[in-house]
């Protein structure tokens, strides 16, 4: 049987809860890039910020959406197959870096 659920933030809500488990700087690090991101290619950042995200993954031309899934899946994948710690540990030690020095850690 499969139960269809249009916005399942249950398991946004679980890949938060483990990364928390890691400490507060895991999450904070990565709602603090896709932000970067998200802001960067919707328009609210300059347009070398947007330039530079769509190239640092190789991606002018991708669909939003698409994009952005790929983005979440980087993080949820890690977390799913047992990389949660060393997810973590890469992205709390990049913590204060200048963004663009951060997102090639993505790749």
Do not use: W
Not at 6 to 11: G, K, R, V
Not at 89 to 95: A, E, G, K, L, Q
Request: charged share 25%; hydrophobic share 35%.
């Amino acid at each position: 049987m499969i139960l269809p659920i249009l916005d399942f933030t249950d398991f946004d809500l679980d890949i938060y809860t483990a990364t928390d488990r890691s400490g507060d700087e895991c999450p904070a690090s990565i709602k603090n890039i896709t932000d970067y991101i998200t802001d960067a290619i919707t328009d609210k950042l300059t347009a070398d910020d947007k330039q530079y995200v769509y190239s640092v993954f190789n991606s002018q031309g991708i669909d939003h959406g698409d994009f952005m899934f790929y983005i979440a899946d980087t993080f949820t994948l890690g977390v799913q197959y047992g990389g949660r710690s060393d997810l973590c540990d890469i992205f709390t030690s990049i913590i204060g870096n200048d963004m663009k020095l951060q997102l090639p850690v993505l790749k």
